[in-house]
């Protein structure tokens, strides 16, 4: 079983709808969560960095995550053709270490 | 705008031949990862440097993979020999340790695309 758990998807919605993407973790020592997206053909782009438990908002994206429940979700608003990529959830021991990442939901957002 | 830089950013190959990839980090800092994708099993770590020393290699094949900085502005990958296994897209990431926040973000590069016959 992998140490970071991600629905592969493809996630498919409309423009303008939220989009929620989660994962799980199993591992009680990772202390930083990140959320990247790739596009097709591209390298990962980091999008949200979070320490520890709470949410952290920046402009249409939300990120939370709940240690409790080894829970960590990111919430697109407003979802626009443009976004339409993979998205990564990673996850960090300690700063400046290796990343472990999910296997990526696909999204698609339809105009 | 500062970016990693990843050569050849397209390799086909036959089995047993060696492959090598390089990496530009961004100027300035210095941890340097070697990651790779695949279908099957996603970004997997390979190997990391901080100030040109590997920390963790234990992601690698060593009977076959090598990784190394000769200098700090560069990072190579070699698979000797490869195999049809290796195909995949490898990428390297650059980060500046220690930061603060958002400063520990790794970068990524572009990718080298490796197919091997």
């Known amino acids: 079983q992998k140490e970071v758990e991600q629905d592969p998807g493809p996630l498919s919605v409309p423009e303008g709808a939220i989009v929620s993407l989660n994962c799980t973790y199993s591992n009680s020592a990772f202390q930083y969560f990140m959320w990247y997206r790739q596009y097709s053909r591209k390298g990962p782009e980091l999008l949200m960095y979070t320490y520890s438990s709470g949410n952290k908002e920046d402009g249409r994206f939300t990120a939370q995550v709940d240690k409790s429940s080894k829970y960590i979700s990111l919430f697109i608003r407003d979802s626009q053709p443009s976004d339409s990529a993979t998205y990564l959830c990673?996850?960090?021991?300690?700063?400046?270490?290796?990343?472990?990442f999910g296997g990526g939901t696909r999204v698609l957002v339809k105009p | 705008d500062a970016r990693v830089t990843q050569t050849p950013r397209h390799k086909v190959t036959e089995m047993g031949q060696e492959v090598t990839m390089r990496c530009q980090p961004i100027l300035g800092h210095n941890t340097v990862f070697w990651y790779r994708q695949t279908m099957m099993q996603g970004l997997e770590l390979l190997a990391y440097?901080?100030?040109?020393?590997?920390?963790?290699d234990s992601g690698m094949p060593k009977d076959r993979f090598s990784a190394e900085m000769p200098d700090a502005t560069l990072a190579t990958l070699k698979i000797q020999p490869s195999e049809p296994r290796d195909s995949a897209v490898y990428f390297c990431a650059s980060g500046l340790v220690p930061g603060s926040g958002e400063t520990d973000t790794q970068y990524f590069g572009p990718g080298t695309r490796l197919t091997v016959l």
């Open positions: 440097f901080r100030n040109r020393a590997p920390l963790d």
């Open positions: 990673a996850t960090q021991k300690a700063a400046g270490n290796k990343l472990t």
